[in-house]
């Protein structure tokens, strides 16, 4: 499943079937989330993220944890991400 911790404590619904392995995306010093990359087909395969790194210019790509089937995303790096969108269905994450 997929969820978010907000840099207020709060945490959003869990999306997906809850199975598999634990991991986390944290940005360094509480760093904002600017985008994300990935893998994906009927569903997401494999996520990272984009976090601020303090210069305008740069961001940080972490991780791209997941299996290795599906094509590659990229949705690149945006200001003032003021929402996220997921969609799932009963077993996985279907987009984001």
Not at 22 to 44: P, S, T, W, Y
Not at 55 to 63: F, I, M, Q
Request: no cysteine; glycine share 18%; hydrophobic share 30%.
């Amino acid at each position: 499943s997929l969820y978010f911790t907000l840099s207020n404590g709060r945490t959003s619904p869990k999306f997906g079937k809850t199975s598999g392995t634990d991991f986390n995306f944290k940005g360094e010093n509480g760093a904002k989330v600017l985008g994300f990359h990935g893998r994906g087909g009927h569903a997401i395969d494999a996520i990272g993220a984009f976090f601020e790194t303090g210069s305008k210019k740069l961001s940080e790509k972490k991780g791209l944890i997941g299996g290795n089937k599906g094509d590659t995303f990229d949705d690149g790096v945006f200001d003032g991400v003021k929402k996220v969108t997921v969609a799932a269905d009963e077993y996985s994450v279907t987009y984001i």
